[in-house]
């Protein structure tokens, strides 16, 4: 039986009337490389389930942590946090 690894995310697809949403669950103390490997693997999972290897709108990507009651919005750009 193989052992699941200690430090893990969840990846799930769900459908919205705004169409599929590729949901990740994260524990509130995710790194900065922990946080990197989900964003490279939710890429390659929308790659997949798309035929497509560019973010074209299909797939919303979410990240959920439990623990996070608030909603964040960082600017792309510049990586600023905001409200």
């Known amino acids: 039986m ?7 995310a969840t990846l799930k697809v769900t459908r919205t ?3 599929p ?12 490389e922990e946080f990197q490997r989900l964003s490279d693997a939710a890429y390659a999972a929308i790659t997949k389930l798309t035929g497509c290897q ?7 990507f979410v990240v ?3 623990f ?4 964040m919005h960082v600017d792309l750009k510049t990586g600023a946090l905001g409200t």
Do not use: F, H
């Open 54 to 60: 560019c973010m074209s709108g299909r797939y919303k």
């Open 64 to 66: 959920e942590d439990s």
């Open 17 to 19: 009337a705004d169409g």
């Open 21 to 32: 949403t590729l949901v990740a669950g994260v524990s509130g103390d995710i790194s900065r």
């Open 2 to 8: 193989a052992t699941l690894p200690t430090r893990r």
């Open 68 to 71: 996070l009651a608030d909603v």
